[in-house]
């Protein structure tokens, strides 16, 4: 069955950064864009951008460029959300979302909590 | 970028009752060449990553109970819950997935009264 698990929560100082990781297991990981989804506290669903599995190409969404990195291991089925210079806005749950053939979220990440804080 | 709007923001009904969240966007998510609408709903429950509910606006992702039901075409959208359950207490989203950046709607809060 599919499954998509990240990494665990993170607590990081301000300046400071983190790499989150999306590891897919039960179809073909280069077949499907892979999204990643923020949810501030008390906030909605905020998408952030996706990468292209196969070529590996990111296209990040307005607010989600410069600190913000996508990247893929294709060895290991896995995508990475790489966060630098982090401040204290950048606190949130981060998922992971496939793009399926139902459409965007077909399978999502467990999440990942992100604590930035002094 | 498409805009979603979501009404109510938050609401509250009995227990086997009907529950009717809207959303709106701000163009049209019919795509002409397959006919279909690109508008998806989400259930959010505190601690768990978001549920597909509804995909195409109107078909059931599979295992989702048949009290769940999406209409609507082009810019305006219904997911209704025929009778509302305890476990369906939740925020609900509509997303557009017709064109980047991908939306969501800002969330309806679902409570039993």
């Known amino acids: 069955q599919v499954q998509l698990v990240q990494s665990g929560s993170e607590l990081k100082k301000p300046g400071a950064s983190v790499k989150v990781s999306c590891k897919a297991s039960?179809?073909?990981?280069?077949?499907?864009?892979m999204n990643w989804v923020r949810q501030a506290p008390g906030q909605g669903l905020e998408w952030m951008g996706w990468?292209?599995?196969?070529?590996?190409?990111?296209t990040y969404a307005q607010g989600f460029t410069g600190r913000f990195v996508f990247s893929l291991d294709t060895s290991v089925s896995t995508t990475y959300l790489q966060i630098s210079d982090l401040k204290a806005e950048d606190t949130a749950v981060y998922y992971c979302?496939?793009?399926?053939?139902?459409?965007?979220?077909?399978?999502w990440g467990q999440g990942t909590l992100v604590t930035v804080s002094s | 970028d498409i805009v979603m709007t979501q009404s109510p923001d938050s609401l509250a009904v009995s227990l086997g009752e009907r529950a009717t969240i809207n959303c709106k966007s701000s163009e049209s998510v019919l795509y002409s060449s397959n006919s279909k609408d690109y508008l998806a709903w989400f259930q959010l429950k505190p601690g768990q990553p978001p549920k597909m509910l509804i995909y195409w606006a109107s078909t059931r992702e599979s295992g989702v109970p048949d009290r769940f039901s999406g209409s609507g075409s082009g810019t305006d959208f219904t997911l209704t819950i025929s009778s509302l359950q305890a476990e369906d207490v939740a925020v609900y989203y509509c997303q557009q997935y017709y064109s980047i950046p991908i939306t969501f709607g800002q969330g309806t809060r679902l409570e039993i009264k």
């Open positions: 990468i292209n599995t196969n070529t590996g190409n990111p």
């Open positions: 039960g179809y073909t990981f280069s077949r499907y864009t």
């Open positions: 979302a496939r793009d399926g053939p139902r459409g965007t979220g077909d399978y």
